[in-house]
């Protein structure tokens, strides 16, 4: 069997095109994952995409998402609500100053509380930014994700409202695999 997936892209071109969301209260913080784990990264991917069939990653050995995670410009910011991981944004670095927001989204405990928009804005500038902690890239010109039929149904409307622009809208049929969840048998 099969589903019909609806993916678009989505970009900004200037840090003045961003509009950040309000940060959702002082329980609420932003750090930055430095050291690149596997175990973490694979936690963070499938607590967060368990739900929403992120698949891709998961047949990855630990080698591969090691490799993935230490290349120059990707980094990977993590929300916590009192000390606990409520989502994340992981960003990659590309040619000509082009950063892509690769991976996205809250664990959905923490969904609809106001803190995907302050992550997006955060993580946002923080692609904007990336040169100044990775001197040997290129400034960033211009940041840009994409999102489909999937995902949550306030995705889209959370990245317009951050000033992302649609560019590209494409349709494909895909298999139709079963919800993973965060860990085999959820």
């Given at each position: 069997m099969?589903?019909?997936?609806t993916?678009w892209?989505l970009?900004?071109t200037s840090?003045a095109?961003?509009?950040p969301?309000?940060?959702?209260g002082?329980?609420?913080t932003?750090v930055?994952a430095?050291?690149?784990?596997p175990?973490f990264?694979?936690?963070l991917?499938?607590?967060?995409?368990?739900?929403?069939r992120?698949?891709d990653?998961l047949?990855?050995?630990h080698?591969e998402?090691?490799e993935?995670l230490?290349?120059?410009?990707t980094e990977?910011?993590?929300a916590?609500?009192?000390?606990?991981?409520?989502g994340?944004?992981?960003?990659?670095?590309?040619?000509e100053?082009?950063?892509?927001?690769?991976?996205?989204?809250?664990i959905?405990a923490?969904?609809?509380r106001r803190?995907g928009g302050?992550?997006l804005?955060?993580?946002?500038?923080?692609?904007?930014?990336?040169?100044?902690?990775?001197p040997?890239?290129?400034p960033?010109?211009?940041?840009?994700l994409?999102?489909?039929?999937?995902?949550?149904?306030?995705?889209?409307d959370n990245y317009?409202?951050?000033?992302?622009?649609?560019?590209?809208?494409?349709?494909?049929?895909?298999?139709d695999v079963?919800t993973p969840?965060?860990?085999?048998?959820?």
């Amino acid at each position: 069997m099969s589903i019909t997936v609806t993916t678009w892209s989505l970009e900004q071109t200037s840090p003045a095109d961003l509009r950040p969301a309000a940060e959702p209260g002082a329980d609420i913080t932003i750090v930055r994952a430095e050291v690149p784990s596997p175990e973490f990264s694979r936690f963070l991917y499938t607590a967060v995409g368990g739900d929403i069939r992120w698949t891709d990653r998961l047949g990855m050995r630990h080698q591969e998402w090691l490799e993935a995670l230490a290349k120059p410009g990707t980094e990977t910011w993590v929300a916590y609500d009192r000390g606990t991981p409520a989502g994340y944004v992981e960003l990659e670095a590309q040619d000509e100053g082009s950063v892509e927001i690769v991976y996205f989204g809250l664990i959905p405990a923490f969904r609809g509380r106001r803190i995907g928009g302050h992550l997006l804005s955060y993580g946002t500038a923080r692609a904007w930014d990336l040169a100044e902690r990775w001197p040997a890239l290129a400034p960033t010109k211009r940041v840009w994700l994409h999102t489909c039929s999937k995902d949550g149904p306030h995705a889209m409307d959370n990245y317009l409202r951050r000033g992302f622009r649609l560019f590209e809208t494409r349709t494909a049929e895909e298999p139709d695999v079963a919800t993973p969840g965060p860990w085999p048998g959820a």
